[in-house]
């Protein structure tokens, strides 16, 4: 029973965003989260960065470059995520088109909300990223917990727990469903 879309091998374009320290105000600047629905972050994703004053892009950031667009991994710096807590950052990040972020570190609460919304947060040391960042498309392989370039692989470590919800594809409905007749039961013994 599926909740959310599985994550078993994906290959993707990358984006390299090397900054450490990116905040989930950097991430969607709280003057946008009004929105009561996951989606329509994705615009406001980076927006003081991405952004001119004027509202044209900004043709420095790595993502608004032509040879970047489309990029669906982003490879960034190290304690990404970081900040306040607002579950709007991986919503901004996932409705931009992100399916996999590759950091040094993230903070605690940010990957977990990744993985709630079926984004794989990867930690790899800064000298893997740089060399992943020199190609346009990498693969990610969750079951054997491998990043790919075409000539070179790096193993990530992930929880079983959070392996198994994005491989599987379970959201924490799903997984509570997994225990139905258990719950059934204990309630009837009450």
């Known amino acids: 029973m ?4 599985p994550i078993t091998t994906y290959k993707g374009k990358i984006v390299p965003l ?14 946008h989260l009004k ?15 991405r952004y001119l004053p004027d509202g044209s892009d900004n043709p420095d950031f790595n993502p608004n470059k032509p040879q970047y667009k489309g990029a669906s991994i982003l490879i960034t710096g190290d304690n990404f995520g970081c900040g306040s807590s607002r579950e709007h950052a991986a ?5 931009y088109g992100f399916h996999i972020i590759i950091a040094g570190s993230f903070s605690d609460i940010f990957y977990m909300n990744c993985t709630k919304n079926a984004m794989l947060p990867i930690v790899l040391e800064k000298n893997a990223r ?5 190609y346009v498309e990498i693969e990610v392989d969750l079951p054997n917990q491998t990043v790919s ?3 070179k692989s790096f193993h990530f470590e992930i929880d079983e727990t959070w392996k198994n919800k994005l491989v599987n594809g379970l959201d924490d409905i799903a997984i509570t469903l ?13």
């Open 149 to 151: 370039s075409p000539d």
């Open 178 to 190: 997994q225990y139905e007749s258990l719950i059934e039961k204990y309630e009837k013994s009450l």
């Open 35 to 49: 929105r009561i629905s996951k989606s329509g972050f994705g615009p406001f994703a980076f927006d003081e960065w």
């Open 91 to 95: 919503w901004a990040l996932k409705d």
């Open 2 to 5: 599926a909740a959310i879309k």
């Open 130 to 134: 740089e060399h992943l960042a020199k």
């Open 18 to 31: 090397f900054n450490d320290n990116i905040d989930t105000d950097q991430i969607i600047p709280k003057v």
